[in-house]
T-cell receptor, first 112, second 115 residues
Framework: GQNIDQPTEMTATEGAIVQINCTYQTSGFNGLFWYQQHAGEAPTFLSYNVLDGLEEKGRFSSFLSRSKGYSYLLLKELQMKDSASYLCAVRDGGTNAGKSTFGDGTTLTVKP | EPEVTQTPSHQVTQMGQEVILRCVPISNHLYFYWYRQILGQKVEFLVSFYNNEISEKSEIFDDQFSVERPDGSNFTLKIRSTKLEDSAMYFC?????????????FGPGTRLTVT
């Protein structure tokens, strides 16, 4: 079975840093995605981690620990437009295209 | 900037009818996906497609569903004999080339309402 846990909601202040955690217990693991989804819109790809460690991309960084079944998304210098849902998804298929299992998402509200 | 497009944006159909949701992936992409999201719920994987065949499918993707890439540009999802619980937003996504196959680009979605 697949189990992905994220906090339901988080609130942070504009200009601050926020860390969104994701823990997973899955029958297979071939990488972990983070997506951003604004209300009423499609998900937007943020990152993909397959090896342990931190990957930085501008204001966003993503960390993975496969032994702990744990990842986090770090958002720096928060802006109002970062208010959105952040989705953690595990790629658990081994083929070229693969398949993914999503968490319920974390709704982040950025306040002035 | 290239983008994934989907038509129609909203489809209303009666229970038991067949619907075809259409997607035009980004032109040089090789990997194609369908997802659905029931209102207020999480995104669910339906199927992935590569090299003109299904790569992976979820438990949701049963005999009621089929996918096709009828030409070099379109990627379609057919739902036969729709049920009320098929009402959801359906997202198409594409990725590729192989070195970038994990970076999936999503279309804006088709909202399917089954009455």
């Amino acid at each position: 079975g697949q189990n992905i846990d994220q906090p339901t909601e988080m609130t942070a202040t504009e200009g601050a840093i926020v860390q969104i955690n994701c823990t997973y217990q899955t029958s297979g693991f071939n990488g972990l995605f983070w997506y951003q989804q604004h209300a009423g819109e499609a998900p937007t790809f943020l990152s993909y981690n397959v090896l342990d460690g931190l990957e930085e991309k501008g204001r966003f960084s993503s960390f993975l620990s496969r032994s702990k079944g744990y990842s986090y998304l770090l958002l720096k210098e928060l802006q109002m437009k970062d208010s959105a849902s952040y989705l953690c998804a595990v790629r658990d298929g081994g083929t070229n295209a693969g398949k993914s299992t999503f968490g319920d998402g974390t709704t982040l509200t950025v306040k002035p | 900037e290239p983008e994934v497009t989907q038509t129609p944006s909203h489809q209303v159909t009666q229970m038991g009818q067949e619907v075809i949701l259409r997607c035009v992936p980004i032109s040089n992409h090789l990997y194609f996906y369908w997802y659905r999201q029931i209102l207020g719920q999480k995104v669910e994987f339906l199927v992935s497609f590569y090299n003109n065949e299904i790569s992976e499918k979820s438990e949701i993707f049963d005999d009621q569903f089929s996918v096709e890439r009828p030409d070099g540009s379109n990627f379609t999802l057919k739902i036969r004999s729709t049920k009320l619980e098929d009402s959801a937003m359906y997202f198409c996504a594409s990725s590729g080339p192989p070195s970038l196959r994990y970076e999936q680009y999503f279309g804006p979605g088709t909202r399917l309402t089954v009455t």
